[in-house]
């Protein structure tokens, strides 16, 4: 993608709906389409725009949410949710873009690979909010960990995503495919087609 007007669109637009889409779900504690639309947004544009769609999202919600905003944690959260960014990235790797399809058995490795990413962002940010709570042993730190699974918000962040990672990520994937008529993709890089022209839905 060579103009850098095109890709803060697309950031832009990445952002806007992951924010919506976060207040909207607010009062499912921990189910988000964030980790998806970053993994999709990574999968089909590269690394670059999907960890800048994945930082810019993280930080605004971070701000504006609901729950409050406690800036020591933020990095934890930024970082973590680079993750998905990278898996989004590598599975392009593996998974030719032309080759992914709104049903097929193949998407559950993309559930797994979101469910995975999200056990272990939730570790990580169990153990920062264990570490800026004061917790300084490893007795404590478990309990932070054990806390978030008992009450439900892990289990319900990581099923979630493998939910949404199987059925939501190839749906964008391919509607994005469909609906990016300008641009050539392989292996999940964007490279502009000269003398074609986008379909105007991304």
């Not at 007007?5 to 189910?31: E, G, H, M, Q, R």
Request: glycine residues 10%; hydrophobic residues 55%.
């Amino acid at each position: 993608m060579q103009s850098s007007s095109k890709k803060i669109a697309v950031i832009a637009i990445f952002t806007s709906l992951i924010i919506a889409t976060d207040y909207a779900l607010a009062p499912a504690l921990n189910v988000k389409l964030m980790d998806t639309l970053v993994f999709s947004s990574s999968f089909v544009f590269g690394f670059r725009i999907g960890a800048s769609i994945a930082v810019l999202s993280e930080l605004i919600w971070s701000i504006v949410t609901p729950f409050g905003f406690f800036l020591p944690i933020v990095p934890f959260l930024v970082g973590g949710e680079l993750l998905f960014a990278a898996a989004g990235y590598f599975a392009s790797r593996i998974w030719a873009f032309d080759d992914v399809s709104p049903v097929a058995v193949e998407n559950l490795f993309f559930g797994a690979i979101l469910a995975i990413c999200a056990f272990i962002w939730d570790f990580e940010t169990n153990i920062a909010t264990g570490l800026i709570a004061g917790a300084r042993n490893l007795v404590t730190l478990l309990g932070f960990e054990i806390v978030g699974y008992v009450g439900g918000f892990n289990i319900a962040h990581e099923v979630s995503d493998f939910v949404l990672g199987s059925t939501l990520a190839p749906l964008v994937i391919v509607y994005l495919r469909r609906n990016s008529g300008r641009f050539k993709v392989q292996k999940g890089v964007a490279t502009e087609v000269p003398g074609q022209h986008i379909g105007g839905t991304i």
